[in-house]
């Protein structure tokens, strides 16, 4: 604070009960701010109870489902898992464009978060909704979910009830996942890649389909990938996760530290990654066949769906 010279010359013979001059207006002053500070923190509007709140209903414990079936069925809660040890995990309060109800994705893993990748709690969790209404819902009639068929995954995160008593944000939308093609207005903010983001209500964007994952590539790989379609998805089973418009895999990126409220979480994008034409080859006649019908996805693009029991 800078002092006038007034004050400088009067600073052993006035005291803050002094109510002359500059000394009245440094006494206002901080009866403004304590009684400002009390308005915030009666409103739950402080800083540190926003974040509180937000931690609180983002780490929150999520229910069991109710289907005890390996197959993922629709209406069943589920995590997904990378094949690095991540989970991915969204964040309805990060908004990456004002006014588009687009909310940051990210993964989570290691100790940097405050969110452990081994628990399901609220921003982890995803409740898998059919594209089209003739899928059942229900626990007592499940329909599995098949290959190649579209289908939503509906975030279990969403304010309310104590989150807006703590001032944190009005009433939201049901989320979705989402992503979009690159553009140069969009796209992701530390590798300018594909982004992935947590959409308010449901659009194409939302549409995604499972894919069968495999290690191995040339005629083996098409083969798997293509007499899949149809089947059901088992839990646990690894997977690639296609978006429906676009084409391109779901990727969790571990080499990209992404810092958030929720501490230090790593990048989530969609782009399918492959390895090099070349390499594949040469692998191949290593193995005997020259001939490359398929490449299979990199392992950066492997997930496994699994059932919150």
């Known amino acids: 604070m800078q002092f006038t010279p007034q004050q400088l010359a009067g600073s052993v013979s006035y005291n803050p009960k002094t109510r002359v001059g500059n000394w009245v207006e440094d006494i206002c002053l901080q009866d403004y701010h304590q009684a400002h500070f009390e308005d915030k923190k009666n409103n739950g509007s402080l800083e540190l109870q926003r974040r509180r709140a937000k931690l609180g209903a983002g780490n929150a414990p999520v229910a069991p489902g109710v289907n005890p079936d390996s197959?993922?069925?629709f209406g069943d809660v589920v995590c997904l898992d990378h094949s690095g040890g991540l989970r991915l995990a969204c964040d309805i309060w990060d908004e990456l464009m004002p006014g588009k109800a687009m909310y940051s994705v990210s993964?989570?893993?290691?100790k940097g978060s405050t969110t452990c990748a081994d628990d399901a709690v609220a921003r982890t969790c995803f409740l898998v909704v059919p594209a089209y209404d003739d899928?059942?819902?229900?626990?007592?009639?499940?329909?599995?979910?098949?290959?190649?068929?579209?289908?939503?995954?509906?975030s279990l995160l969403k304010a309310g009830g104590e989150d807006v008593a703590a001032g944190l944000l009005e009433?939201?939308?049901?989320?979705?996942?989402?992503?979009?093609?690159?553009?140069?207005y969009l796209a992701s903010r530390l590798t300018n890649?594909?982004?992935?983001?947590?959409?308010?209500g449901t659009s194409p964007e939302t549409l995604w389909v499972f894919d069968r994952a495999v290690t191995h590539a040339g005629n083996e790989a098409a083969?798997?990938?293509?007499?899949s379609q149809g089947q059901a998805v088992e839990s646990g089973a690894p997977v690639v996760i296609k978006h429906k418009i676009t084409n391109q895999a779901l990727l969790a990126d571990p080499k990209q530290i992404e810092h958030t409220d929720f501490g230090a979480e790593y990048e989530v994008v969609c782009q399918t990654s492959k390895p090099p034409a070349m390499v594949a080859a040469m692998r191949r006649e290593a193995q005997?066949?020259?001939?490359?019908?398929s490449t299979s996805e990199g392992l950066e693009n492997h997930w496994a769906v699994t059932k919150v029991l």
Do not use: H, N, W
């Open 71 to 73: 197959l993922v069925c």
């Open 193 to 200: 890649r594909q982004l992935v983001f947590a959409l308010g």
């Open 107 to 110: 993964a989570v893993g290691g």
């Open 171 to 184: 009433q939201k939308p049901t989320f979705y996942l989402a992503s979009a093609a690159k553009t140069q």
């Open 223 to 227: 083969e798997d990938k293509f007499f």
């Open 135 to 154: 899928r059942s819902l229900s626990p007592e009639d499940p329909t599995p979910v098949t290959y190649g068929e579209p289908f939503r995954l509906q």
């Open 288 to 293: 005997g066949s020259a001939i490359l019908a």
